[in-house]
């Protein structure tokens, strides 16, 4: 598998394992605790309490603010990602250039806000570990994305490379 596979594939594995996160944990922010379930209620709590994770123990309103637009916008995203990811499908160029610069704004005062606050603890290094990818995979979306008007090369290329045919 190329370089471009693999990380195709990352960007793959990252929409998938986004959708339970963001339905099972992130949107605990902005909805009623009574939708769900214990175990997820409970592994947040664990998060907060072993992370030291202040903007999701307090819920600030401008934090509140970006778990909507991820559980509003970004959610019914990752499902058509994911799809085009696993079609190959060269559309999906613009909606992830999209799609990352807008996460890696909303990352900006987030991990200003886990490194910087008077609400920052001593756990601030390691939550903003945990932070991180969500700033950087979608800022490397946006620039496998940017670099080509076919990502996915042409249907033409994709059709060789299905029945393993070369090209001199």
Not at 122 to 141: E, V
Request: charged share 10%; with cysteine.
């Amino acid at each position: 598998m190329s370089a471009l596979g693999v990380l195709d594939a990352i960007f793959l594995a990252y929409f998938i394992i986004h959708i339970p996160t963001t339905i099972l944990v992130d949107s605990q922010s902005v909805f009623p605790a009574e939708y769900f379930p214990s175990w997820a209620k409970e592994a947040l709590q664990w998060h907060i309490k072993t992370n030291g994770d202040h903007l999701v123990s307090t819920n600030p309103l401008w934090f509140v603010s970006l778990v909507w637009c991820e559980t509003a916008l970004q959610l019914p995203f990752f499902f058509v990602a994911a799809y085009a990811f696993i079609k190959r499908a060269n559309w999906i160029r613009v909606p992830c250039i999209i799609y990352g610069s807008h996460v890696v704004t909303t990352m900006v005062p987030i991990l200003t806000d886990i490194l910087f606050s008077p609400a920052a603890g001593p756990h601030s290094p390691a939550l903003a570990a945990i932070y991180a990818p969500y700033l950087l995979l979608p800022l490397a979306l946006v620039v496998r994305m940017a670099v080509s008007s076919q990502p996915f090369g042409s249907k033409r290329s994709q059709k060789r490379a299905k029945s393993g045919t070369k090209t001199a």
